[in-house]
Structures are given as structure tokens and as C-alpha cells.
């Protein structure tokens, strides 16, 4: 993982990166909010550790900054122990967590570890259930035959099969699914998306169904036996 | 030399008897009040040349009896239709047609080659009204026709173009990017398929 570190006390900079580096970390150390915002600029980062005292531009601005310029990375605040406004603050400004100054730096590392796991499990995209395949990275359902997916599609598929067996209504799949931002989605999104996959998996010869009647609930099940 | 012999001139007839056949097979589902049956048909006479290769390639003697006997593709049809739906409604008038049986059938769209090949092929004997190869008449030709979409026409045309051209960088890359092309095409031809069983679903009530 590559790291953005923006912390202006040396002491501490020198201790946080020299830990970072022996757990195989590439970082990058800088010693203000402005130089943080211009190196999120210019390099991809997997995680961002931003101090919020700091001279020229404080943590709190340089985030808002960061994330307005459209960059999502994980980004974790240091924070004083006894301020609860800047951990509201920070997490409102757009951090996705925090440490508490004075922190220790097993703690730090054991986050960074918890994170790295959570990337690599979303590398892992590949799925199966009955004897079909889904490759959420390539978007294609595989079976005897295959055939690509629509980004929905996959996505639907991926918690259908994380799901399987179960009852799961219209509503949650509509809220599992489909972004905040496609306010218009409605159960009759939903429905569409059954039949284009019942045909789908038929396509591929498959002995997993998705059943269930118009409007729901719906359910991913195994076939005793296979296509004819 | 001639590999179809005197049997060439029968070739050239059949192939535009098959073509009436088909014609008025479409026509009949229209009739009906169906939709018609195919978008368009292509057919060939399998050149001199290429059946004389094939014969070398089985191991079959170079002679008319292989050409019109152990191969079954002198005469080849394409119907191409618009919908996967279609398909099956084509291989049905096939099997009701009075002047022709389908002796061999292969799926490769329910089992797509591992290239992303998709078409569902079936070899007919056509009882004809010319003289066949063991001296009977009616005589009795193969055809083999090869059903498929628009989308699995257009996507075999571009693997065709790249199996006959030997210049390619990087081969592999392109092989993988024409299968995950097929992947896609399979995807819009069920989707416009659902979508159209959708449009009509209330049409039997």
C-alpha cells in the first residue's frame, strides 16, 4: 500500500514513518495541509493519515480540499484526545476514521492491516454457488457456457449468491443494489432484472434458479439436477 | 479437376430449390399471422478447392462420392435471424417440412466454443428431384445450415477476419478480447429476447 502521511511534528513524522516503513509501506511524508493537498494531486494513494493541527492549511481544510477534487482514498485523522468536535469534524469533512493523539503505533498498524484485508477481499470477486461462477471483476456468469453481466447485474448476482437460500424481498435488493443516486429505481427495476437473469442462467446451462413471484420475495436456489 | 463431377450443375439447382423451400417457409409463418421466421439467408457452394482440402484433411478419397457423401457441407445455408427466440421456431418448420430430415444437430449456443463461437447447426437430407451420387432419383443431398443471430453473424464475421489473416500482434490479446465480446453479444441478444417476451406477454390472454 502506498501512504500519504501529513504530520508537522518531526518527531512524531520520523516515528510514523519509520514504523510504516518496516511493515513494507511506501510513504510519502509531508508537513502541512497544502503540500497533503498537493500530493493527493499528484499520486495514487491507497491510504491518507492526516494530522489536523497543522501551519499553512489545517487537516480539516486540506480533506474537505481532497475530497472535493472528486478523490475518494481512505483517509484516517489525528485527532486530539480530548476534542470530540474534531473527530465529528473530521468524519464529517469526509474521513473514513480516526486515531486519538496520543496513539499507539500498534494500533495504527493493526488498522492499516485490518484495511489491506478489506482491499484484497474486494480483489476477490470471484463467487460460486451450485455450478455457476461469477467474476465480479470481469462481470461474466459462468457455467457450462458463460455470458456477461451488467454492472447491476453483477452486483444483484454477488449479494444473490452471498445470500443464498434465503427470502429476500424486492426492497432489499432495491436498497443492496442500486445507488442513492438512482432515486427513481423502483420493485419494477427489480422485476426487470429477474427475468433477465432467469434467461441468463438458463443461457449457461445452469442449475441455480432465481425464483420467486412478480414483486417478490425472491431467492437463489440450487436445482437437483441440471438442465436437460 | 472437378471433385462434384457432373453433379456441380444439380448442386447449383439445389441450393435455389432450398432457397424457395425456406422462402416459402417464412412466408407460411407470415401467413399465419407470425412474425417472420429470419432477417435474411446466405447460402454457398463450397468451392472446388476448399472441398478438395477437406477431403485431404479427413483423410477421405478425392472423389464426388466423398464430396457429396462423407462431407455434408457442399451446400451450406446461413439463416440469420434477429431474435434467439427465432432459432427454435426455424428448426421446427424444419422438422415439419415434408422434404427434408435433420440428421445431425449441434448446439453451440446453449455450448458456446471455448472461442465464444455461437451458432446451432444441423445437417439436412433433401429429398430433391435430380440424381444423387449412388444414381437415385429423387436423389437424396446434404445441406447443412448453421442458424444464428444478427449479433452471432456479426461476431463470427470478425473472428473469420481474424483467423485468415496471419500478420496479427498479439493473437492471444485479440483472442480474448473477440471471446469477451461473444460474452457481451450473448448478453444484448437475451436481454432484447426478454425484453421482447416482456412486450408480449399479454398477448396469449
Redesign the interface.
Known amino acids: 500500500m502506498r501512504i500519504l502521511l501529513a504530520e508537522d511534528n518531526s518527531q512524531l513524522r520520523r516515528v510514523i514513518v519509520a514504523a510504516l516503513k518496516t511493515s513494507q509501506y511506501i510513504v510519502d511524508a509531508v508537513t502541512n495541509g497544502q503540500e497533503a493537498v498537493d500530493h493527493a494531486k499528484q499520486h495514487p494513494y491507497d491510504v491518507m493519515i492526516l494530522d489536523i493541527m497543522m501551519p499553512v492549511k489545517d487537516g480539516l481544510e486540506a480533506l474537505r480540499e481532497i475530497r472535493a477534487a472528486g478523490d475518494r482514498t481512505y483517509v484516517i485523522m489525528l485527532t486530539a484526545l480530548s476534542e470530540i468536535d474534531d473527530k465529528v469534524n473530521g468524519l464529517d469533512a469526509g474521513a473514513d476514521d480516526y486515531l486519538t493523539k496520543p496513539f499507539s503505533l500498534k494500533e495504527l498498524l493493526a488498522r492499516l492491516r485490518s484495511l489491506e484485508r478489506r482491499f484484497d477481499s474486494l480483489d476477490e470477486d470471484v463467487l460460486k454457488f451450485g455450478n455457476i461462477t461469477l467474476d465480479g471483476n470481469?462481470q461474466?456468469l459462468k457455467s457450462?457456457?458463460?455470458?456477461?453481466?451488467?454492472s447491476k447485474e453483477s452486483r444483484l448476482l454477488q449479494y444473490l449468491i452471498l445470500n443464498a437460500g434465503k427470502e429476500l424481498s424486492s426492497q432489499t435488493l432495491l436498497n443492496q443494489t442500486w445507488d442513492d443516486d438512482d432515486e427513481h429505481a423502483d420493485n419494477e427495476d427489480v422485476w426487470?432484472n429477474v427475468?433477465?437473469f432467469r434467461?441468463?442462467l438458463q443461457?449457461v446451462?445452469a442449475n441455480v434458479t432465481l425464483a420467486g413471484p412478480k414483486g417478490g420475495p425472491y431467492q437463489l436456489i440450487e436445482r437437483e439436477k441440471p438442465n436437460a | 479437376m472437378d471433385i462434384y463431377g457432373h453433379y456441380h450443375h444439380s448442386l447449383i439447382q439445389i441450393q435455389k430449390l432450398m432457397m424457395d423451400r425456406l422462402e416459402s417457409l417464412n412466408q407460411q409463418a407470415r401467413d399465419a399471422g407470425h412474425a417472420k421466421l429470419y432477417e435474411h439467408l446466405a447460402s454457398r457452394i463450397k468451392s472446388n478447392d476448399s472441398m478438395i482440402e477437406k477431403c485431404q484433411r479427413k483423410g477421405y478419397p478425392v472423389n464426388t462420392e466423398s464430396a457429396l457423401r462423407r462431407c455434408h457441407d457442399a451446400i451450406g445455408f446461413r439463416i440469420i435471424c434477429n431474435f434467439i427466440d427465432d432459432i427454435p421456431r426455424n428448426l421446427q418448420a424444419l422438422k415439419n417440412a415434408d422434404w427434408c430430415t435433420i440428421v445431425k444437430e449441434k448446439d453451440y449456443i446453449?455450448?458456446?466454443k471455448p472461442n465464444g463461437y455461437r451458432s446451432y447447426h444441423v445437417i439436412l437430407d433433401l429429398t430433391t428431384p435430380y440424381e444423387d451420387v449412388a444414381g437415385h432419383t429423387p436423389g437424396h443431398y446434404y445441406v447443412e445450415i448453421q442458424l444464428r443471430t444478427i449479433a452471432m453473424d456479426s461476431w463470427a464475421s470478425l473472428e473469420h477476419e481474424m483467423k485468415y489473416k496471419h500478420n496479427i500482434k498479439d493473437p492471444e490479446r485479440i483472442g480474448r478480447e473477440l471471446k469477451?465480446c461473444a460474452?457481451?453479444l450473448?448478453?444484448c441478444d437475451?436481454?432484447m429476447?426478454?425484453i421482447r417476451?416482456?412486450i408480449h406477454e399479454n398477448d396469449k390472454e
Open positions: 470481469e461474466v457450462e457456457n458463460s455470458i456477461s453481466l451488467s426487470i427475468p433477465y434467461q441468463k443461457a446451462n | 446453449t455450448h458456446a469477451k460474452n457481451q450473448a448478453s437475451i436481454q429476447q426478454t417476451q416482456l
